[in-house]
């Protein structure tokens, strides 16, 4: 998203709010509006690839307990409940991060990119062909 912590490029320091000091009126609410926009689309993003999107956590147990839900109304309200609530998640997770952690300064930024986030990612792609490479020579 556009706000701190993560707005080092549009945050000059001479502007307590970046260019949105330029703005006023329609134009400062539409690039508002914009902002929160992202984080909602952000978050059905997020939702939807690696969280299951409308899923209700456990819901072939809960047809076996309840099979009278099957493509009833009532599971479809269910699903569109559980995406709701995963995207509220997600959403109170990007305010809880600009609320707790302040901007980033452009040193701080660039140490901890080149010195824990390019080593960790790295090691990672490392083992990730490791894994391949061994899970495959043993069939698995």
């Given at each position: 998203?556009?706000?701190?912590?993560?707005?080092?490029?549009?945050?000059?320091?001479?502007?307590?709010?970046?260019?949105?000091t330029?703005?006023?009126?329609?134009?400062f609410?539409?690039?508002?509006?914009?902002?929160?926009?992202?984080?909602f689309?952000?978050?059905?993003?997020?939702?939807?690839?690696?969280?299951?999107?409308?899923?209700?956590?456990f819901?072939?147990?809960?047809?076996?307990?309840?099979?009278?839900l099957?493509g009833?109304?009532?599971?479809?309200?269910?699903?569109?409940?559980?995406?709701?609530?995963?995207?509220s998640?997600?959403?109170?997770?990007?305010?809880w991060?600009?609320?707790?952690?302040?901007?980033?300064?452009?040193?701080?930024?660039?140490?901890?990119?080149?010195?824990?986030?390019?080593?960790?990612?790295?090691?990672?792609?490392?083992?990730?062909?490791?894994?391949?490479?061994?899970?495959?020579?043993?069939?698995?």
């Amino acid at each position: 998203t556009n706000r701190a912590p993560f707005d080092l490029p549009e945050a000059e320091e001479e502007l307590v709010a970046g260019y949105h000091t330029e703005y006023s009126g329609m134009k400062f609410g539409m690039f508002f509006l914009a902002e929160y926009v992202n984080w909602f689309i952000a978050s059905f993003f997020i939702v939807t690839l690696f969280f299951g999107g409308y899923l209700v956590p456990f819901q072939p147990l809960l047809l076996d307990v309840v099979p009278a839900l099957e493509g009833s109304i009532w599971l479809a309200l269910l699903q569109f409940v559980s995406l709701m609530l995963k995207v509220s998640f997600f959403a109170f997770l990007f305010i809880w991060v600009r609320w707790t952690f302040p901007r980033f300064k452009y040193n701080q930024l660039m140490q901890l990119g080149w010195k824990y986030l390019l080593p960790i990612s790295l090691a990672n792609a490392i083992l990730i062909a490791l894994g391949v490479v061994l899970f495959g020579a043993f069939g698995l």
